[in-house]
């Protein structure tokens, strides 16, 4: 196979999630513009009122979805981001005029973000999983070359920029949505697995330790621009580019989970380097594990009927929420006892052993890794975002008992024997299929059983139904 024929192919539209991003570094989180408005409506408030969009969102899901349809709300919210964005350059050259807009315009500007997170949300969740991971790593990339080409433009023109950002952010959306096959459009139904409390609730952990380190982060790099943020992506695409057939979404929580315990033990009460290596492994482990979970939470809204507006405006709201205590948790040992060697070790270990202990919990049954597992790769291992034709339902099971045969070491005739399970055959109809005798084939489902770590046919049918692949659309 070419190098070229690896290549995957991203449609330049959807790369407008990353100019949302470039967005909030520019304006509100971890700005190097010195705005008046930030010491009287800063992060905090901007935070606040977009996670009480989010939620509120969440909540009311059955009326906001399908999102994209309501298109008038859409650009109101984008250029409410716009208005505040000038609102807040204008205010460096009136700065008593902070006063009077500090507040509208952190309000206005964190409900409008979250309209956007949301409907790039509510996109991503219509798309293959291998379709998820590579433009969201792409746009990942793309947005912090945005903020950097931004950090070299004069303030009249990083004003203008600021203030479009969203509207083409915005544009490139609902363009996308346009390219979306009818069937793959978002529709409101009941779900038929349940709500994934476990890795969201993970996400919000990652979350208040990433807060912790928020502040002394966004003072040396910016937090959507960081190289952690940049080697974090690259990797997503290096590995779906060289490594397709190899590569699996969970070397991001492998990744991930030893970078912020790294983080957390490398305090900044050692040294300048320390602090670095600290900030580094902080945003390089927060960038990895929000990917995953992106892609899992994507994967489930199209797999299981999942409202994307529930769950990532839940998700997001929740991990907002965290984010925020994490900083405020930094400041509140900082004011209480300093930046003193104990307090932080204190609070490195103790959440750094939440992380380990909840991260071990989460993949603790193969029936659950199952249920979240991202089928990124197996779908298109021939090397394109696109299926010339849609596989039939047995070519689907049998593409799913491969896939558990490679997870959990099944021997060959162990997978055929799978198979003929799954179809409903029974073990006289399996050893006659096969031309085995009986008792082999009492022994090869003995075996199954015991890999699988189930008891019935229904749990094994419900494993092998949980990674079965869609049609990319």
């Given at each position: 196979m070419t190098l070229n024929a690896k290549l995957p192919k991203i449609p330049a539209a959807f790369?407008?999630?990353?100019?949302?991003?470039?967005?909030?570094?520019?304006?509100?989180?971890?700005?190097?513009?010195?705005?008046?408005?930030?010491?009287?409506?800063?992060?905090?408030?901007?935070?606040a009122a977009m996670v009480v969009a989010l939620l509120v969102c969440a909540l009311l899901h059955r009326i906001v979805s399908p999102l994209f349809r309501k298109r008038a709300l859409l650009w109101f919210s984008a250029t409410m981001v716009s208005v505040?964005?000038?609102?807040?350059?204008?205010?460096?050259?009136?700065?008593?005029?902070?006063?009077?807009?500090?507040?509208?315009?952190?309000?206005?500007?964190?409900?409008?973000?979250?309209?956007?997170?949301?409907?790039?949300?509510?996109?991503?969740?219509?798309?293959?999983?291998?379709?998820?991971?590579?433009?969201?790593?792409?746009?990942?990339?793309?947005?912090?070359?945005?903020?950097?080409?931004?950090?070299?433009?004069?303030?009249?023109?990083?004003?203008?920029?600021?203030?479009?950002?969203?509207?083409?952010?915005?544009?490139?959306?609902?363009?996308?949505?346009?390219?979306i096959p009818p069937e793959s459009l978002p529709v409101t139904r009941k779900p038929s697995a349940p709500f994934p409390w476990t890795p969201i609730a993970l996400m919000s952990l990652y979350a208040f330790a990433y807060g912790l380190r928020e502040n002394e982060l966004t003072s040396v790099m910016g937090p959507m621009s960081s190289f952690g943020v940049i080697a974090a992506s690259s990797i997503v695409l290096i590995g779906i580019i060289g490594f397709r057939?190899?590569?699996?979404?969970?070397?991001?929580?492998?990744?991930?989970?030893?970078?912020?315990?790294?983080?957390?033990?490398f305090v900044s009460a050692y040294n300048y380097v320390g602090v670095i290596f600290a900030n580094l492994c902080a945003s390089l482990s927060y960038t990895a594990f929000s990917i995953f979970i992106f892609c899992i939470l994507c994967n489930l809204s199209r797999r299981f009927g999942f409202s994307a507006i529930m769950l990532f405006g839940l998700e997001r709201g929740i991990r907002a929420v965290f984010s925020l205590l994490g900083r405020l948790a930094d400041n509140a040992v900082v004011t209480l006892y300093g930046h003193s060697i104990l307090s932080d070790l204190i609070v490195a270990a103790t959440i750094a052993a939440l992380i380990i202990a909840f991260a071990l919990i989460l993949w603790k049954t193969p029936r659950r890794?199952?249920?979240?597992?991202?089928?990124?790769?197996?779908?298109?291992?021939?090397?394109?975002?696109?299926?010339?034709?849609?596989?039939?339902?047995?070519?689907?099971?049998?593409?799913?008992?491969?896939?558990?045969?490679?997870?959990?070491?099944?021997?060959?005739?162990?997978?055929?024997?799978?198979?003929?399970?799954?179809?409903?055959?029974?073990?006289?109809?399996?050893a006659q299929t096969l031309v085995i005798a009986k008792g082999t084939a009492k022994v090869h489902v003995r075996h199954i059983y015991e890999k699988l770590g189930v008891h019935t046919r229904d749990e094994l049918k419900t494993i092998v139904e949980t990674i079965q692949i869609r049609d990319t659309p």
């Amino acid at each position: 196979m070419t190098l070229n024929a690896k290549l995957p192919k991203i449609p330049a539209a959807f790369l407008g999630l990353g100019l949302y991003r470039a967005w909030i570094e520019i304006v509100y989180v971890g700005t190097w513009i010195p705005f008046p408005t930030l010491a009287l409506a800063g992060q905090d408030l901007f935070d606040a009122a977009m996670v009480v969009a989010l939620l509120v969102c969440a909540l009311l899901h059955r009326i906001v979805s399908p999102l994209f349809r309501k298109r008038a709300l859409l650009w109101f919210s984008a250029t409410m981001v716009s208005v505040g964005s000038l609102a807040n350059f204008a205010c460096l050259a009136w700065p008593h005029a902070a006063a009077f807009v500090a507040l509208p315009s952190a309000v206005l500007c964190g409900i409008g973000i979250a309209l956007l997170i949301l409907i790039w949300s509510e996109l991503y969740a219509c798309l293959s999983p291998y379709q998820v991971a590579v433009y969201y790593a792409a746009s990942i990339l793309f947005g912090a070359a945005v903020i950097i080409l931004c950090r070299g433009l004069i303030t009249t023109y990083l004003c203008f920029a600021a203030a479009i950002l969203p509207l083409i952010s915005m544009a490139c959306a609902l363009i996308n949505f346009k390219h979306i096959p009818p069937e793959s459009l978002p529709v409101t139904r009941k779900p038929s697995a349940p709500f994934p409390w476990t890795p969201i609730a993970l996400m919000s952990l990652y979350a208040f330790a990433y807060g912790l380190r928020e502040n002394e982060l966004t003072s040396v790099m910016g937090p959507m621009s960081s190289f952690g943020v940049i080697a974090a992506s690259s990797i997503v695409l290096i590995g779906i580019i060289g490594f397709r057939d190899r590569f699996d979404l969970d070397v991001m929580q492998r990744i991930a989970l030893p970078a912020m315990v790294c983080s957390l033990i490398f305090v900044s009460a050692y040294n300048y380097v320390g602090v670095i290596f600290a900030n580094l492994c902080a945003s390089l482990s927060y960038t990895a594990f929000s990917i995953f979970i992106f892609c899992i939470l994507c994967n489930l809204s199209r797999r299981f009927g999942f409202s994307a507006i529930m769950l990532f405006g839940l998700e997001r709201g929740i991990r907002a929420v965290f984010s925020l205590l994490g900083r405020l948790a930094d400041n509140a040992v900082v004011t209480l006892y300093g930046h003193s060697i104990l307090s932080d070790l204190i609070v490195a270990a103790t959440i750094a052993a939440l992380i380990i202990a909840f991260a071990l919990i989460l993949w603790k049954t193969p029936r659950r890794r199952d249920l979240w597992h991202v089928p990124a790769f197996e779908e298109d291992a021939a090397g394109n975002n696109d299926r010339l034709g849609a596989p039939s339902a047995e070519e689907k099971l049998a593409i799913s008992c491969a896939i558990v045969r490679k997870r959990y070491d099944l021997t060959p005739r162990e997978e055929d024997v799978l198979l003929l399970l799954v179809q409903g055959e029974s073990i006289a109809e399996v050893a006659q299929t096969l031309v085995i005798a009986k008792g082999t084939a009492k022994v090869h489902v003995r075996h199954i059983y015991e890999k699988l770590g189930v008891h019935t046919r229904d749990e094994l049918k419900t494993i092998v139904e949980t990674i079965q692949i869609r049609d990319t659309p």
